[in-house]
């Protein structure tokens, strides 16, 4: 079936500084997955933060950029300067075949100022 | 503008009681309907989808239910709770397939 690997657990990063969270795909269901990144901040529901649909695209939202890279399978999320607001989980997910969205196990992202 | 509302917003339950989570879709006619349940430390993972009333699909067998009895309402529901049900339960809806899903605010449930 398909999956989603992503950076595992909590990363720490001082404010201003750059970030990355890598997220990497198997998708056996479809050839060509929808990609998503979806955040959840601290008290708030999951909102989706950016998608790409077509393979060798950017996505970009509030800052955060990911690329569609088909070759490598990967969608990685990346921001130049992040901020102390940026404190959140972060998921990765491809929607396959069947209507089926499958999520990473999510990275929490922790700003130190 | 298109909302989505989730309840109860929290549950405590005893083993083998029964249980039942809705949700419910303001502005959208037609959209199709997921849950989704995270356990504590998992991956979220979706049970069911719906694209139109009356019609369910399950994608992970968790000895849970769903319906669509109208076409803006989805139903999670069991007769009886097991301590594996523990988790963060979560509605979505998209207009359309492969579309990305948009989420309520979740439902926690602690079974003890």
């Known amino acids: 079936g398909d999956s989603v690997t992503q950076t595992e657990g909590q990363v720490t990063v001082s404010e201003s500084k750059s970030l990355i969270i890598n997220c990497t795909y198997s998708a056996t269901s479809i050839g060509y997955p929808n990609l998503f990144w979806y955040v959840r901040y601290p008290g708030e529901g999951l909102q989706l933060l950016l998608k790409?649909?077509?393979?060798?695209q950017k996505g970009s939202s509030r800052g955060f950029e990911a690329t569609y890279n088909k070759e490598a399978t990967s969608f990685h999320l990346q921001k130049a300067s992040v901020q102390e607001s940026d404190s959140a989980v972060y998921y990765c997910a491809l929607s396959g075949g069947a209507d089926r969205l499958t999520f990473g196990k999510g990275t929490q992202l922790i700003i130190q100022p | 503008a298109q909302t989505i509302h989730q309840w109860p917003v929290a549950e405590i339950k005893a083993v083998g009681s029964p249980l039942s989570l809705g949700c419910t879709i303001k502005?959208?006619?037609?959209?199709?309907l997921y849950w989704y349940w995270q356990a504590t430390g998992g991956t979220l993972q979706q049970l069911f989808y719906s694209i139109t009333v009356g019609q369910v699909e399950s994608v992970v067998q968790l000895n849970l239910s769903a319906s669509r009895p109208k076409d803006d309402q989805f139903i999670l529901s069991t007769e009886k709770l097991l301590l594996s049900h523990s988790g963060f339960y979560l509605c979505?809806?998209?207009?359309?397939?492969?579309?990305?899903?948009?989420f309520g605010e979740g439902t926690r449930l602690s079974v003890l």
């Open positions: 979505a809806w998209s207009p359309g397939q492969n579309q990305a899903p948009l």
């Open positions: 790409v649909i077509t393979a060798g």
């Open positions: 502005g959208k006619s037609s959209p199709n």
